[in-house]
């Protein structure tokens, strides 16, 4: 059984940065695919970024430049690194771990990021 837990929930300014973090429990970190969504007021949850086993990134058009994805294996641990918030950034933020044999999809509980002058 896989455990996430996210830490790193903040109120930020506008332009101010944040990094989430997100430790795993449990076995299948390695080979598994990180993500982190999230989820804006009244809105649908969206992919914000990813990582496979392998360190391929993709982001959304709307963080690119922004925002770096990164994992270190040896600690079970990914991270999302925020930089130059909008307050648009505003959601409740989702770590994800995809396993691929069988696919299965693990979630943690999700944090506040706050972005407001």
């Known amino acids: 059984q896989v455990q996430l837990v996210e830490s790193g929930r903040g109120l930020v300014q506008p332009g101010g940065s944040l990094r989430l973090s997100c430790a795993a429990s449990?076995?299948?970190?390695?080979?598994?695919?990180m993500g982190w969504y999230r989820q804006p007021p009244g809105k649908q949850r969206e992919l914000v970024a990813a990582i496979t086993s392998r360190g391929s990134t993709n982001y959304a058009d709307s963080v690119k430049g922004r925002f770096t994805i990164s994992r270190d294996n040896a600690k079970n641990t990914a991270y999302l690194q925020m930089n130059s918030l909008k307050p648009e950034d505003t959601a409740a933020y989702y770590c994800?771990?995809?396993?691929?044999?069988?696919?299965?999809?693990?979630w943690g509980q999700g944090t506040q990021v706050t972005v407001s002058s």
């Open positions: 449990g076995s299948g970190f390695v080979l598994a695919t």
């Open positions: 994800n771990l995809h396993t691929w044999g069988p696919p299965y999809d693990y």
